[in-house]
């Protein structure tokens, strides 16, 4: 599309919040886009539009997912195997959420949220190094929000034969995709924030507004002294 310094400075007004599955980036991205009145963009909501927007060239592991069918997603594959071709880890489908940012007014700022945001993508279009975090669940952080989600009977993981192998097998998948997202930002001299279960919703919130460099009284809804 273009180069990558004329990437980030068109991308100035965007605040990144990537990190493992329930680190609670979504409440985060929120409660952050509602104190400012800034627009959110959740990736996940997207991921359906981008799978039909990506051909098979472009996506060759999405669509390799597309074609198996649920035992072969979720129960006959190991986690490694499973996060080595997950396609949302391996960066398909980013550059449409590039695209899609780039057809967002300047104003006002947007908040990114979800896992897709892996730091090394993320990276080339920071403007400011501080306006992206990776949220990082702790173990016990990781199984109570698991197990806040979980209902019997409900999930894709019961459309599976073996919906308990199934989710052992996704728990895992998940945990090393947390270590892997880890390591590369602190390799990439990125933020991170540790969730864990003493933390309050409150005060993640307000850790991540400190990492954005935010005052809470500024309610503008564009870059400037205090969002820089």
Request: overall charge negative; aromatic content about 8%.
């Amino acid at each position: 599309m273009t180069d990558a310094a004329e990437l980030a400075a068109r991308l100035r007004h965007v605040f990144w919040i990537g990190g493992g599955s329930g680190a609670g980036k979504s409440t985060v991205a929120r409660r952050l886009a509602d104190r400012y009145g800034w627009r959110l963009y959740a990736t996940d909501d997207v991921m359906r539009d981008h799978a039909d927007r990506a051909t098979p060239e472009e996506a060759p592991f999405l669509h390799e997912f597309i074609a198996m069918d649920m035992d072969e997603r979720w129960v006959n594959r190991s986690p490694e195997v499973m996060l080595e071709t997950f396609h949302w880890f391996r960066g398909e489908g980013f550059g449409l959420i590039v695209e899609d940012l780039l057809r967002l007014p300047p104003e006002p700022c947007v908040i990114v949220e979800g896992f897709r945001l892996l730091p090394h993508l993320v990276r080339p279009l920071l403007d400011a190094p501080q306006h992206a975090v990776w949220l990082i669940p702790t173990p016990d952080f990781r199984q109570a929000a698991i197990r806040s989600r979980s209902v019997p009977g409900e999930g894709f993981v019961w459309r599976t034969s073996d919906p308990a192998r199934a989710g052992r097998n996704l728990a895992e998948r998940d945990r090393m995709f947390t270590t892997r997202i880890e390591e590369e930002a602190e390799r990439l001299r990125l933020r991170t924030v540790e969730v864990d279960t003493t933390m309050t919703e409150d005060d993640l919130t307000e850790r991540v507004a400190r990492v954005f460099r935010l005052r809470r009284d500024d309610s503008r809804g564009r870059s400037g002294p205090g969002l820089t």
